[in-house]
Nanobody, 121 residues
Framework: QVQLVESGGGLVLPGGSLRLSCAAS????????MGWYRQAPGKERELVAV???????NYADSVKGRFTISRDNAKNTVYLQMNSLKPEDTAVYYC???????????????WGQGTQVTVSS
């Protein structure tokens, strides 16, 4: 089993910044993709940003230029630096990891519990 533990969510004013962190632990051989999704009230869950082990990354158009994803592969940790936050960024943010299991050597998808980000004045 693999666990993803998120931190860094909270309440912030429009234009402010937050940094989310997610650390993976457990039966991990390696991690391919690691990133963040979000789900706002009344909307479908959407990709925010994802980063591969090799370093490539992609972002949702709505956050491009404002959010930056980074990884510390040695610590199995992914970060999301969120700047110039807008009310429409308000959502539950979920960490995601595509993990090669240490025992089975198969890829499995894992999700964090979600952390609330609220952007409001």
């Amino acid at each position: 089993q693999v666990q993803l533990v998120e931190s860094g969510g909270g309440l912030v004013l429009p234009g402010g910044s937050l940094r989310l962190s997610c650390a993976a632990s457990g039966s991990i051989s390696s991690i391919n993709a690691m990133g963040w999704y979000r789900q706002a009230p009344g909307k479908e869950r959407e990709l925010v940003a994802v980063k591969m082990t090799g370093g490539s990354a992609n972002y949702a158009d709505s956050v491009k230029g404002r959010f930056t994803i980074s990884r510390d592969n040695a610590k199995n940790t992914v970060y999301l630096q969120m700047n110039s936050l807008k009310p429409e960024d308000t959502a539950v943010y979920y960490c995601y990891a595509d993990v090669v299991d240490l025992l089975t050597r198969k890829y499995n998808d894992y999700w964090g519990q979600g952390t609330q980000v609220t952007v409001s004045s």
